[in-house]
């Protein structure tokens, strides 16, 4: 799964192909597992949330695995069963769809003997969600789910998408990773609906809309600058700057109970934070150096600390028969 570090909700079509986007993610050590098993007799097997018994693809309801089976070409009678498991629900804020997509597609290529690049299966995972399935999101998890690391992406008008890896000294790096603390809200949320407005007011020429993530495409360069001078606390103050911004987008970003869990985290030795994700719920994360304040006040307000690392490995495949 990921975080965003900055000019996260720039990667929606109906913002890039206008006017481009770019942002900063990082690939974090909570994952989606899927397993894949050739069962005996002709069935087809899903297992998530819910469990389907099926006999051919187009039966099966969940509509990312059906889409990946048919783009893979597994059609005809297979004789498989697709189990999933996270570290973490779905509905959190850290990309977990666009994981599942991924991490579906790379196991089913492996299944298939097909050999795909980090490029590649990320286009694949988008074209699933965004194209097939009209979702209204962006590609940031698809791609970081692919690459992993601590990554910049840019998001060209004609589709394409550039990757390379934020060139930060490693001190930088391992004070960043520590400096991190994220506390989940315990509220699940659909990404899509939130997005749905932005995507809406972007498609519309909405200049609210549209000059709010102009600004926050310029965060995400003045982040990537902060990193790569290993200016710490610019970055903290950065991602302030971006939860503000990020508030005005829509009505469902934000709410009372978390706008005040911010506060007290900024009371509490906090340099910077924000929901991470469409908002609505999920993770709160903020930038501290005074970590062990921090972690007493949001513990005794309620709020479970979830620690990670950066994984730079992307998705990859765990056991191979």
């Not at 002709?42 to 695995?65: F, G, Q």
């Not at 498989?80 to 973490?88: A, G, K, P, R, V």
């Not at 007290?264 to 501290?288: Q, T």
């Amino acid at each position: 799964m990921r975080i965003s570090l900055g000019g996260g909700g720039t990667d929606l079509p109906s913002y890039y192909r206008e006017h481009g986007g770019f942002l900063v993610a990082a690939a974090i050590d909570k994952l989606v597992y899927i397993t894949l098993h050739e069962t005996f007799n002709p069935a087809l097997i899903v297992r998530y949330s819910k469990m389907e018994m099926v006999d051919t693809v187009d039966e099966i309801k969940h509509p990312i695995v059906r889409e990946a089976l048919k783009l893979v070409g597994i059609v005809e009678h297979p004789h498989l069963e697709i189990t999933s498991m996270s570290d973490i629900p779905a509905g959190t804020g850290l990309g977990s769809s666009g994981s599942f997509t991924t991490a579906l597609l790379r196991a089913l290529h492996t299944m298939r003997k097909n050999t795909v690049t980090p490029r590649e299966l990320a286009e694949q995972a988008c074209h699933i969600e965004l194209d097939l399935l009209a979702e209204p999101i962006g590609k940031q998890d698809q791609y970081i789910a692919a690459y992993g690391g601590v990554t910049c992406f840019t998001f060209h008008p004609d589709g394409t998408v550039g990757a390379e890896p934020l060139r930060a000294s490693p001190e930088t790096m391992a004070n960043l990773e520590d400096n991190l603390v994220m506390f989940f809200t315990g509220v699940t949320r659909s990404a899509s609906v939130i997005l749905k407005d932005q995507d809406t007011r972007s498609k519309q020429k909405d200049l609210s809309m549209v000059d709010n993530l102009h600004f926050t495409k310029q965060l995400g360069y003045d982040s990537k600058a902060a990193f790569e001078s290993g200016d710490l606390r610019r970055f903290a103050e950065l991602m302030h700057v971006h939860w503000e911004h990020k508030r005005k987008r829509s009505r469902g970003m934000s709410n009372q109970q978390i706008d005040d869990w911010y506060e007290m985290a900024r009371a509490n030795g906090a340099l910077g934070g924000k929901l991470i994700g469409a908002g609505g719920g999920g993770f709160l994360m903020f930038y501290a150096e005074d970590k062990t304040r921090l972690r007493r006040a949001m513990t005794a307000a309620g709020l479970r600390e979830v620690r990670f690392r950066f994984n730079f490995s992307g998705s990859q495949v765990l056991v191979q028969h």
